[in-house]
């Protein structure tokens, strides 16, 4: 379509049709290197399709993979912990545990220093959770209706 629109306005640049395929190819792309560009109103608005085509075949799917793989390492690093806390409560032998920690850490291609923060925010959480537990044996509930029938004023 670029050649039989743009042929006989500019038989030097669409002079034929392997040249108006690399054109409509660069536009596709969104590279626009600007050394063949359309000059009649038709082939403006087929550089402005294809442009708009392009940005769909290229651009929109890469931000949708780059945001699904965003979601995919935030899953993994949290599962990572999740099984770092499991490590914790099972109480797992150190040397196994560390076996584990440095083979997930590998596959998740985490770095020394995001190891240690999530080993430490799921000891922090193991933490928290030992002293929850320890802390609900020692609840004492009150009933202000008994204890105003002990006192006498009721």
């Given at each position: 379509?670029?050649?039989?629109f743009e042929?006989?306005?500019q038989p030097?640049?669409?002079?034929?049709?392997?040249q108006a395929?690399?054109w409509a190819?660069v536009?596709l792309?969104?590279?626009?290197y600007g050394d063949?560009?359309p000059?009649t109103?038709?082939?403006?608005?087929l550089t402005v399709?294809?442009?708009?085509?392009?940005?769909?075949?290229?651009a929109?799917?890469a931000g949708?993979?780059?945001?699904?793989?965003?979601d995919?390492?935030?899953?993994d690093?949290?599962?990572?912990?999740?099984r770092?806390l499991h490590?914790?409560?099972?109480?797992?032998s150190?040397?196994?545990?560390r076996?584990?920690?440095?083979?997930?850490?590998?596959?998740l291609?985490?770095s020394?220093?995001?190891v240690?923060?999530l080993?430490?925010?799921a000891?922090?959480?193991f933490q928290?959770r030992?002293?929850?537990?320890?802390g609900a044996g020692r609840?004492v509930l009150?009933?202000?209706?008994?204890?105003?029938?002990?006192?006498?004023?009721?």
């Open positions: 379509m670029g050649y039989l042929h006989d306005a030097d640049k669409f002079e034929n049709i392997p395929i690399y190819v536009t792309a969104s590279v626009g063949i560009s000059v109103p038709m082939g403006r608005a399709v294809l442009a708009l085509i392009g940005i769909g075949i290229f929109i799917p949708l993979l780059a945001s699904a793989f965003s995919q390492l935030r899953i690093r949290e599962d990572f912990k999740r770092l490590a914790y409560e099972g109480g797992n150190a040397a196994r545990a076996e584990l920690i440095a083979a997930e850490a590998e596959r291609h985490l020394r220093d995001d240690i923060r080993t430490n925010e000891k922090a959480e928290a030992q002293r929850e537990a320890h609840a009150i009933d202000p209706a008994q204890r105003m029938a002990r006192v006498g004023r009721y």
